[in-house]
């Protein structure tokens, strides 16, 4: 498993822009891909957006044109822009990673999770 940490998130009005950061270790081998989860208060946990290792992507409907992820490898850091936010995507958010290159958008296929990040949007 890999320890994941989170950075980004906080407080902002609707229609702004956040954040979010999720570094691996700097020794973390091959290939694996990160996903971003997101948990509102009584929901369930959702799928946001994935990245493989060569940059494929993969977005939820309800942030398609307004969330943008990448990664530098190099740095092993996964990131993820929010922007136009919205008071629905209040929510803990989590990165998560799984080896090897496949995008998927179920939390079970990942091993990996990182602490969490609470991003709260205000109407």
């Known amino acids: 498993q890999l320890e994941l940490v989170e950075s980004g998130g906080g407080l902002v009005q609707a229609g702004g822009s956040l954040g979010l950061s999720c570094a691996a270790p700097?020794?973390?081998?091959?290939?694996?891909?990160i996903g971003w989860f997101r948990q509102a208060p009584g929901k369930r946990r959702e799928f946001v957006s994935a990245?493989?290792?060569?940059?494929?992507?993969d977005y939820a409907e309800s942030v398609k044109g307004r969330f943008t992820i990448s990664r530098n490898n190099a740095k092993n850091t996964v990131y993820l822009q929010m922007n136009n936010l919205k008071a629905e995507d209040t929510a803990v958010y989590y990165c998560?990673?799984?080896?090897?290159?496949?995008?998927?958008?179920?939390?079970?296929?990942?091993?990996?999770w990182g602490q969490g990040t609470q991003v709260t949007v205000s109407s």
């Open positions: 700097e020794d973390t081998p091959g290939a694996y891909v």
């Open positions: 990245i493989t290792w060569g940059g494929y992507t």
């Open positions: 998560a990673a799984r080896p090897g290159i496949g995008l998927r958008r179920a939390s079970d296929d990942y091993t990996s």
